[in-house]
């Protein structure tokens, strides 16, 4: 199975800091609330849950993009990633119906992208394989599609 683009990890990072840094806003505007009200000094509440984002904001990223892997043979994508709860993704080619790839900003300015399959079903009917070079992302929408074509002849 193979890993993810390197530019992906600064993707995650950056979503990570991006999540931080709105959970500590949050966090101060609580504590100036409660120190206009109580008497709570101001990094009462800041303090704390600035410690807690540190594991998720500065190790999590690193850990949750070494786990990621995928694989494809001409039946079916494999995809599989998870530190703490592991998941594993099996994509039949002959359940896809549709096939995306798209990037965001962030994803466009690391050149990275992601693989976007859109299955039959209600539940789980969209699997999302992120951090694949542009060219990677195409091949492999390419080369389900002949799969998809084959099935249906």
Do not use: C, K
Not at 101 to 115: D, K, T, Y
Not at 124 to 140: D, F, K
Request: hydrophobic residues 50%; proline residues 6%.
């Amino acid at each position: 199975m193979t890993g993810l683009e390197p530019g992906q990890l600064w993707v995650m990072r950056i979503h990570a800091a991006i999540v931080g840094a709105v959970v500590l806003t949050v966090a101060a505007g609580a504590n100036a609330v409660l120190a206009v009200a109580l008497p709570v000094p101001m990094g009462a509440i800041v303090a704390p849950v600035a410690l807690l984002l540190v594991y998720p904001v500065l190790f999590g990223p690193t850990r949750r993009f070494a786990a990621w892997r995928y694989g494809a043979d001409d039946q079916e994508l494999r995809i599989r990633h998870g530190v703490v709860i592991q998941v594993q993704t099996v994509v039949p080619f002959g359940r896809v119906q549709h096939i995306d790839v798209s990037q965001g900003p962030i994803e466009r300015a690391f050149g990275v992208a992601r693989l976007v399959l859109h299955t039959a079903g209600t539940a789980n009917s969209q699997v999302v394989l992120p951090g694949l070079s542009r060219a990677t992302a195409e091949t492999l929408r390419d080369e389900i599609r002949v799969h998809i074509r084959q099935d249906l002849m």
